[in-house]
């Protein structure tokens, strides 16, 4: 089957004040419609770089993405759906306007159902009228998260969505996410720099390396689903998150030398 | 790569809670609209206790020492004349002053405000006109009222451009300072749903810039009424206004009228500063 997203090859550079920045170096990777793909690597290696440019809000210095098959060089509002970090609520804007926003920039008319369902299910149905900075951080991004589903992308980015978050909202807020994804099917390409939350989310992982950001290492996780925060603390699970830890401070040599 | 958005090109992702450049212009006025209020009976109560208590303190001393009217006029005095003659004498003046001062505002202000979100989309167009604005904002322009006399005689128009000329460099360049925060993740979320660049402007930057542009209006405001009323001190029209006339009373020495329109320019301030508060609390709150 054709991936759903391809990235070919892709390298950035960005030319700063203090030198050209080297973020992306050669990565490819193929996404797999309906998958949940999570890209791990300490900060600064790139991954945001990675999924703006997926997302075309980025152009690549070289390599190419294409989205079944047709290469993205620029925003595509109705195929794919940003979530950003820190929620990136509009803060002059209650939860329900911030909801609508995309609506307003697509000037289609609002689907108030879909709202509606969705507000109920991320448990923010009372809170439609607040004003961003009223919520938690959780209850920020996850309206952020209700703003990018009301438009029924078909593939949803998700940039370090619950760095912010304490443990427990971020447990939390993984088990959401995942019980959306099962719902809707969606492919969904997630960035952090979590390794437990990688790893607990996933199909498969993508371990990139520090600046600048190339591939070290795919890990395929064969954890059985519905996944539970008790299989977090299962000897297997633990083994793994040590193993990803030694590829992204060797850069995926370690791996290598063990294959 | 054509249709990436062209200011996400090649800026490295930033994440900041709040928005860079907050209050960095060059003059940071927005401790004007955040003056501490009262809220319960209990301070309001004091507040109007205290009022009554230096209104009829200042009678009471001025009654004991016998001072003449001519030196310090009796606040009931003061009282009694702006009754007595609002109507037949100072509404008069009061509506030049205030025509002259909204004529010339809503130039300045809207030509300050046209011309901030101009500039700064051009960093070179703002570099070269910052020295002049900043010549514009520190120069009295009380001092162009003479000028403009002899050039325009004497009808409304030399006050309204010099209050325009007052008040419109004020509203620029705290305006500008709101243009130029950029929110490159808010820039970015509106692109990724494919925004067009006016409707980045007018659902991104300006709401963004909106709470420095309510100082600047605010603070271009209160300069427009000072170069208002001054400008009539110096060299009014025909039909007078507020500043002619506190030239006029104090030369004959007719206090209790001079008192008066004090207390009306005292009050066309306050009124000025209650209005854009609320302004402020209405649009601009959730920056608080």
Request: net charge negative.
């Amino acid at each position: 089957m054709d991936p759903k997203l391809r990235v070919e090859g892709a390298s950035k550079v960005y030319a700063g004040k203090s030198g050209a920045v080297h973020a992306l170096d050669d990565l490819t990777l193929d996404v797999a419609e309906g998958e949940l793909i999570t890209i791990l690597g300490p900060s600064g290696c790139g991954k945001t770089t990675l999924l703006w440019a997926m997302s075309g809000l980025h152009a690549l210095t070289s390599g190419r993405i294409s989205l079944d098959g047709t290469d993205v060089d620029g925003p595509l509002p109705h195929e794919i759906g940003v979530i950003f970090q820190e929620a990136n609520l509009l803060p002059w804007r209650n939860i329900r306007e911030n909801i609508e926003f995309p609506f307003e920039i697509k000037k289609k008319s609002v689907n108030h159902a879909r709202i509606d369902a969705l507000l109920a299910e991320t448990g923010l149905a009372d809170f439609a009228d607040s004003m961003p900075r009223e919520l938690s951080g959780g209850m920020q991004q996850r309206a952020s998260i209700v703003r990018a589903l009301a438009q029924d992308p078909e593939v949803l980015l998700m940039d370090e969505p619950f760095g912010a978050l304490d443990a427990f909202s971020r447990d939390e807020m993984n088990l959401l996410l995942l019980r959306l994804w099962h719902e809707s099917g969606k492919t969904i390409v997630f960035v952090t720099h979590n390794i437990s939350e990688a790893i607990f989310l996933a199909d498969r992982v993508v371990v990139l390396t520090p600046r600048p950001g190339r591939l070290a290492h795919i890990y395929d996780v064969d954890l059985p689903r519905p996944r539970t925060i008790e299989m977090t603390f299962e000897p297997g699970f633990i083994e793994l998150v040590q193993d990803m830890k030694r590829t992204v401070e060797t850069g995926g040599r370690a791996v290598l030398e063990v294959e | 790569m054509s249709n990436v958005p062209s200011e996400l090109r090649d800026d490295i992702p930033t994440f900041d809670n709040r928005p860079a450049s907050t209050h960095d212009g060059p003059i940071d006025w927005s401790a004007l609209t955040s003056v501490r209020t009262a809220k319960s009976a209990m301070e309001i109560g004091a507040i109007v206790g205290l009022a009554a208590a230096i209104f009829f303190g200042l009678e009471a001393v001025l009654r004991w020492t016998d001072t003449p009217t001519y030196v310090f006029p009796k606040p009931i005095d003061v009282v009694r004349v702006l009754w007595n003659e609002f109507m037949s004498v100072f509404l008069h003046h009061l509506w030049v002053t205030m025509y002259e001062f909204l004529s010339g505002y809503a130039i300045g202000a809207a030509v300050g405000l046209l011309l901030a979100a101009l500039i700064t989309q051009k960093p070179f167009a703002e570099k070269v006109i910052a020295p002049y604005i900043l010549i514009m904002v520190t120069t009295p322009m009380i001092a162009l009222v003479p000028f403009l006399r002899l050039e325009m005689g004497f009808g409304s128009w030399p006050l309204i451009i010099a209050v325009a000329l007052a008040s419109g460099p004020m509203v620029m360049l705290n305006s500008a300072t709101g243009f130029r925060r950029t929110d490159l993740a808010k820039i970015a979320l509106a692109r990724s749903y494919g925004a067009s660049t006016f409707q980045i402007f007018r659902k991104i930057r300006f709401p963004l810039a909106l709470p420095m542009i309510i100082v600047g209006f605010m603070v271009g405001s209160i300069f427009g009424l000072l170069t208002a009323v001054g400008g009539e001190m110096v060299a009014p029209s025909e039909a007078g206004g507020l500043g002619e006339r506190l030239v006029y009373y104090s030369s004959l020495a007719r206090m209790d009228e001079f008192g008066a329109v004090i207390a009306i320019v005292a009050a066309l301030g306050v009124g000025i500063y209650v209005l854009f508060y609320f302004i402020g609390k209405r649009w601009a709150s959730w920056e608080a």
